[in-house]
């Protein structure tokens, strides 16, 4: 099984300022024959199911605000909020789809300060 | 936009069998590819298979001897069957549209399912 670790399992941060979260997975997701690291990113608010922020480590879904980022390859990862909006208050999760058992990391929640 | 929606008993007993479907508008069941995540309280969430639109199914290893996914082009529908539960299987259940490579791009709302005599 690939493991995703998130770090940090919480954090909170002002409105207005980055949010930084970090996945890392025990092996890496990066394809060789595409390029691609094969990892997804969402953000899930309680009582909604989880929505879909950015797949391929960096690729943003359509609609998604631009102040949500994701970077990293191999198997080091960040999902960056440039700006916290009250609206971003969730837990946020990766998720790898590298392997044929699909996996996600624990969770870091995002509060405000 | 393909919208999900599950459905099924949200009580189950234990040693029975936990059966949800999970029913696509917006889009042709046939021609997408599907998964169940769930989420036990408090805790992540974990992935429990899918079916892809050719037919083929894979199952979380943790699951796999208990799990199986499949389709209904009649109806539109997908469905889980989860046999031999325990408390542990009590959690929410998602369904989920699998785009691409594995990405769970649209969710249904989520069914929670309680595993208790």
């Known amino acids: 099984d690939i493991v995703m670790t998130q770090s940090p399992d919480s954090l909170a941060v002002s409105l207005g300022e980055r949010a930084t979260i970090n996945c890392k997975s025990s092996?890496?997701?990066?394809?060789?024959?595409?390029?691609?690291?094969?990892l997804a990113w969402y953000q899930h608010k309680p009582g909604q199911p989880p929505k879909l922020l950015i797949y391929?480590?960096?690729t943003r879904e359509s609609g998604v605000p631009d102040r949500f980022s994701g970077s990293g390859s191999g198997t080091d990862f960040t999902l960056t909020i440039s700006s916290l909006q009250a609206e971003d208050v969730a837990v946020y999760y990766c998720?790898?789809?590298?392997?044929?058992?699909?996996?996600f990391g624990q969770g870091t929640k995002v509060e405000i300060k | 936009q393909v919208q999900l929606q599950e459905s099924g008993p949200g009580l189950v007993k234990p040693s029975e069998t936990l059966s949800l479907t999970c029913t696509v508008s917006g889009g042709t069941i046939s021609g997408l590819d599907w998964s169940w995540i769930r989420q036990p309280p408090g805790k992540g969430l974990e992935w429990i298979g899918y079916i892809l639109k050719s037919g083929t199914t894979n199952y979380n290893p943790s699951l796999k001897s208990r799990v199986t996914i499949s389709v209904d082009t009649s109806k539109n529908q997908f469905s889980l069957k989860l046999r031999s539960v325990t408390a542990a299987d009590t959690a929410m259940y998602y369904c989920?549209?699998?785009?691409?490579?594995?990405?769970?791009?649209?969710w249904g709302q989520g069914t929670l399912v309680t595993v208790s005599s």
């Open positions: 391929w480590a960096s």
């Open positions: 989920a549209q699998s785009g691409g490579f594995g990405w769970f791009e649209n």
């Open positions: 092996q890496s997701v990066l394809y060789n024959s595409n390029n691609k690291n094969f």
């Open positions: 998720q790898q789809y590298y392997s044929t058992l699909w996996t």
